[in-house]
T-cell receptor
């Protein structure tokens, strides 16, 4: 089945230690999104790629970066995680012009 | 800017009873509206969406929602719930004019539907 895959599902990192979260898709969608969802809060868009074009939300901290080496993969890099970055990170995809987004299962990040 | 309010953080209901999950939004422009469901340890799944046309939208798993522009609401309903409907439900809006062909979703804080036997 076509899907959005996120690895790992659970990630523990130390304060200040760089961490990378991975997202891959078999849907061949040209748009990929990263959302952050803190406990009991709404998911919040961090940034997205339309093909290779990167679009950062104005309030996304500089500590968060992303890479998209090809259509299938997208990475979320957190350069120096703080305790406040502990959250569920959701990856989503969509076909450009189609407003339906397909979500992966998420990666729950714990910062110790 | 758009915002979404889901006033009920949790809705307990007995199996086979009807349920309504409330969603109100705020926007100065026309928006698209969505309901997503999140089962434990899973990603978000689209239940239904309103882009234009009929204000009554039918989705998967027997859910439906009605867009009410005057009340800026998009409440989700199901006439008879099952235990398997227990999940977190998120209402979301998007700005059709955001980023051309991409779609920024603004979510509410979610409503936990707890179906009891």
């Amino acid at each position: 089945d076509a899907m959005v895959i996120q690895n790992p599902r659970y990630q523990v990192t130390q304060f200040g230690k760089p961490v990378t979260l991975s997202c891959s898709q078999t849907l061949n969608h040209n748009v990929m999104y990263w959302y952050q969802q803190k406990s009991s809060q709404a998911p919040k868009l961090l940034f997205h790629y339309y093909d290779k074009d990167f679009n950062n939300e104005a309030d996304t901290p500089d500590n968060f970066q992303s890479r998209r080496p090809n259509t299938s993969f997208c990475f979320l890099d957190i350069r120096s995680p703080g305790l406040g970055d502990a959250a569920m990170y959701l990856c989503a995809t969509s076909r450009g012009g189609n407003y339906e987004q397909y979500f992966g299962p998420g990666t729950r990040l714990t910062v110790t | 800017a758009q915002s979404v309010t889901q006033l009920d953080s949790q809705v307990p209901v007995f199996e086979e009873a009807p349920v309504e999950l409330r969603c109100n939004y705020s926007s100065s422009v026309s928006v698209y509206l969505f309901w997503y469901v999140q089962y434990p340890n899973q990603g978000l799944q689209l239940l239904l969406k309103y882009l234009s046309g009929s204000t009554l939208v039918k989705g998967i798993n027997g859910f439906e929602a009605e867009f009410n522009k005057s009340q800026t609401s998009f409440h989700l309903r199901k006439p008879s719930v099952h235990i398997s409907d227990t999940a977190e439900y998120f209402c979301a809006v998007s700005d059709p004019n955001y980023g051309g062909a991409t779609n920024k979703l603004i979510f509410g804080t979610g409503t936990l539907l707890a179906v009891q036997p």
